[in-house]
């Protein structure tokens, strides 16, 4: 039933025969989004995807709110004309900067990560530490969220400019990895954090070194699998679950897409097929008219 949706008042109105069979969307600004995608896989094994990587665009984490809201539009409207039943931001800079303002301007449902992000951490402890890109550090939006759930948690927030470029350069067992990354988690763990947040999609596939040196005692919340659990209850709620057998995953970059192909293999497993979508012709006509 639409009526006890968070989408009440944004209603997407599904006129296609079988709207169950629709893909959801994925997007991000690159690999990071894959992290989200592999939740999707083990949560919603029924769903086709559509994945974006706005890689000629990359990294998110410097940009401005403007920039960020656009990219995100030009995104969303992409994906609505492909046909998705819902989005999910797979990307925490859209979705501390850009959700609110486009999820009043599309019928599609659009779900965020940092709500779903702050309720798991609130769970999972009360000395929170959040690494995120600068722009979602900047913004508050995981600090703010998480202590309006529970006014006594206490949020410290670290951006740390320099992993997505090293993620996305796929420097992971680099030795300069691991020095930047002590030196953005030693504020935290000054702090005696007892839960660390993933405040962007794209550290995830850090986990091993974080985990290193983290040591075993701090608990690690991973909005992306929050996100899709919110995703799979929206699904019910709006009687939008595929039970048919999912088509696979479409993988599309505003970029190169042999270079996604290639940095993807090693999240996915197997080679993608990636499409090259402009999203150049998008552009700000069809939103000054908004
Ligand atoms: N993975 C994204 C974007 C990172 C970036 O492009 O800076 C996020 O969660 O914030």
């Known amino acids: 039933m639409f009526s006890s949706s968070i989408f009440e008042g944004n209603l997407y109105h599904l ?38 990587g706005d890689t000629a665009r990359l990294p998110y984490g410097i940009r401005s709110q403007e920039e960020i809201i656009q990219f995100t539009r030009e995104i969303i409207f992409w994906m609505e004309s492909q046909g998705v039943k819902m989005v999910i931001m797979a990307c925490s800079t859209s979705s501390a900067l850009a959700l609110q303002t486009v999820r009043s301007e599309f019928k599609v449902p659009i779900l965020g990560l940092i709500l779903p992000g702050a309720v798991s951490a609130v769970k999972a402890g009360k000395r929170i530490g959040v690494i995120a890109t600068p722009a979602t ?35 992971i067992d680099d030795p300069y990895t691991k020095e930047v990354a002590l030196s953005y988690l030693e504020p935290l763990l000054e702090k005696d954090i007892d839960t660390l947040v993933y405040g962007c999609t794209h550290y995830p596939h850090l986990a091993t070194l974080l985990r290193s040196l983290l040591g075993e005692s701090v608990k690690l919340v991973d909005p992306g699998k929050s996100v899709v659990e ?38 996915l497993g197997c080679t993608p097929m990636v499409e090259s979508v402009n999203l150049e012709h998008l552009n700000s006509n069809h939103f000054r008219l908004c």
């Open 15 to 52: 006129s296609e025969k079988e709207p169950q069979r629709a893909p959801i969307g994925v997007f991000d600004s690159g690999v990071g989004g894959l992290t989200v995608l592999r939740q999707v896989y083990e949560q919603l094994p029924n769903e086709s995807i559509i994945y974006f």
């Open 137 to 171: 550090a900047k913004s508050n939006a995981y600090k703010l969220a998480i202590q309006e759930i529970n006014s006594n948690a206490q949020v410290w927030q670290v951006g740390c400019p320099e992993f997505v470029p090293l993620i996305e350069q796929n420097r």
């Open 230 to 267: 919110a995703c799979n209850q929206e699904l019910e709620l709006l009687g939008l679950k595929n039970t048919f057998p999912p088509v696979p995953t479409r993988f599309a970059v505003s970029g190169s897409s042999q270079q996604f192909a290639q940095s993807s293999v090693q999240w």
